[in-house]
């Protein structure tokens, strides 16, 4: 019998891997769920996976939590400027408890990204590599739901706004990824290393045109110098240091940061991925 963790259980990502690996034949007595906020946490209870509380800041928690565990998911931290010390904290924790392989979602060729975003990831798979233990990168591009974040003001004004030029970028949606890691985390080799992509390649100028599409009302696409775009996040009511990382990675994508022609989502999941229109209508509804 293998037990499974997962942190940032109750979050898009983590959630839907839990479902993942219960869809793929995993039993729910067979996952801890790691959460920072048991409240949050009831469906994961009624479904029968187990639940620990465990914030990434506090390692004695962490230890207890993953006390047991054969395999972890490490979904990378949301607060930007904070992952690699949490990080830090769950893999030494990982060590103590004698889990005995990681599964990281890190960012799309995290070794060689441009993107600010990339820098802690990069520091991650560093100490991974001298924990000793068995790893496994799952190196994620872009979420589709990254774009519908921006559909309801896109359509109502008919504008979507970024800086990512004439760049391509090949996203997947967040169940996607968290169906991949889940089919890696049971049975990817230690060592593996996944480029996670979709198969759709998008200009900015498509996804205007898909929300456009989707929603009956003419969208077009407005390409913004980088820091324009990011003062135009800032007066949206982005806090200021987040808006800069945002507008780095639009511009990054213009560079190629965001593209792929991997097929290891394809492969891991046994299917394609959910196709962007889909998930635009899914953000309309």
Partial sequence: MTTYAVTGATGGLGGGAIDSLIDRGVAPSDIVAVVRDESKADALKAAGVTVRVADYADSAALRSALDGVDKLLLVSGSEVGQRLPQHTNVIQAAKDAGVGLIAY???????????????????????????????????NGWYSENYTQSLAPAVESGVFAGSAGDGVVAPAARADFADAAAAALISAPAGSVYELAGEERL???????????????????????ESDYAAALTAAG??????????????????????????????????????FTAVVEAGLR
Avoid: M, Q, W
Wanted: proline share 7%; charged share 25%.
């Fill in 105 to 139: 979602t890190s960012i799309l060729r995290a070794d060689s990204s441009p993107l600010i975003l990339a820098r802690e990831h990069v520091e991650t798979e560093r100490l991974l590599a001298e924990s000793d233990l068995d790893v496994v990168l799952l190196r």
């Fill in 238 to 275: 982005v806090p200021a240091p987040f808006a800069a990382v945002l507008a780095d990675s639009d511009a990054g994508a213009g560079k190629g940061a965001l593209d792929s022609d991997s097929t290891d989502l394809a492969d891991l999941r046994g299917k394609p991925a959910t196709p």
């Fill in 203 to 225: 200009t900015y100028t498509d996804v205007a045109a898909t929300f456009a599409a989707a929603s009956g009302r003419p969208v077009s696409y407005r390409d913004l110098p």
